[in-house]
């Protein structure tokens, strides 16, 4: 069964802090890591991993994957009160009929204190 | 272009009643899925269809639950009589290519079971 743990599973730092958010896998046939960002209801795409060692950027997160050690981490720099969500981690999982389905982990709850 | 659109957004119910929500996914996109997420929880896959067909229910308590999307476009999920434990928000969610990629995700159903 494919499996995705992330960590911390929250995390409250100042505005202007660092974080960094973990997630490690266990999928078969492993073909990408997807990252979103769930504020209120939905979540919203943030970034696809394919490769190792290619960071994506998007303003002030990037992200990273280590296919090896089979893990990926966001990085948010400068943090701000807008920031405060669960992140989520998922890998796609192959379903049949050539579909797949996403395995999410629980999420890290980010809470940006001004 | 238009979201996934989901009705409605919130829904309280008493134990063993029953309830029923709708989804519209984007235009053009074949698989649609169901899930459900439990207050600290990542989101569960509870059913995915291609088109309107399903590919995997095998999450999906089929002794209460349903889920039908008749002409391929829009669904609705059923939860016949529904038990305290399924107060939780449903999302459902779109993509293209079977959901290797990117999934987009409409704004969710609250459900509150008393």
């Known amino acids: 069964e494919d499996k995705v743990v992330q960590s911390p599973l929250s995390l409250v730092v100042h505005e202007g802090d660092t974080v960094t958010l973990n997630c490690s896998y266990e999928?078969?046939?492993?073909?990408?890591l997807l990252w979103y960002k769930q504020e209120k209801k939905a979540p919203t795409f943030l970034f696809m991993l394919?490769?190792?060692?290619i960071e994506k950027k998007s303003g002030r997160l990037s992200s990273i994957l280590d296919k090896k050690e089979l893990f990926s981490i966001l990085n948010i720099t400068a943090t701000q009160t807008g920031d405060s969500a669960v992140y989520l981690c998922?890998?796609?999982?192959?379903?049949?009929?050539?579909?797949?389905?996403?395995?999410f982990g629980k999420g890290t709850k980010l809470s940006v204190i001004p | 272009e238009a979201g996934v659109a989901q009705s409605p957004r919130y829904k309280i119910i008493e134990k063993r009643q029953s309830v029923a929500f709708w989804c519209n996914p984007i235009?053009?996109?074949?698989?649609l899925y169901w899930y459900q997420q439990i207050l600290g929880q990542g989101p569960k896959l509870l059913i995915q269809f291609q088109n309107n067909g399903v590919v995997d229910d095998s999450q999906l308590p089929k002794d209460r639950f349903s889920a039908e999307r008749l002409k391929g476009v829009d669904s609705t999920l059923k939860i016949q009589p529904a038990k305290l434990e399924d107060s939780a928000v449903y999302l459902c969610?779109?993509?293209?290519?079977?959901?290797?990629?990117?999934?987009?995700f409409g704004p969710g159903t609250r459900l509150t079971v008393t």
């Open positions: 998922a890998v796609p999982s192959y379903s049949g009929a050539g579909s797949y389905q996403l395995t």
């Open positions: 235009s053009g996109h074949a698989t």
């Open positions: 969610a779109s993509s293209l290519v079977g959901g290797l990629y990117e999934q987009y």
């Open positions: 394919t490769s190792s060692g």
């Open positions: 999928v078969t046939n492993f073909r990408s």
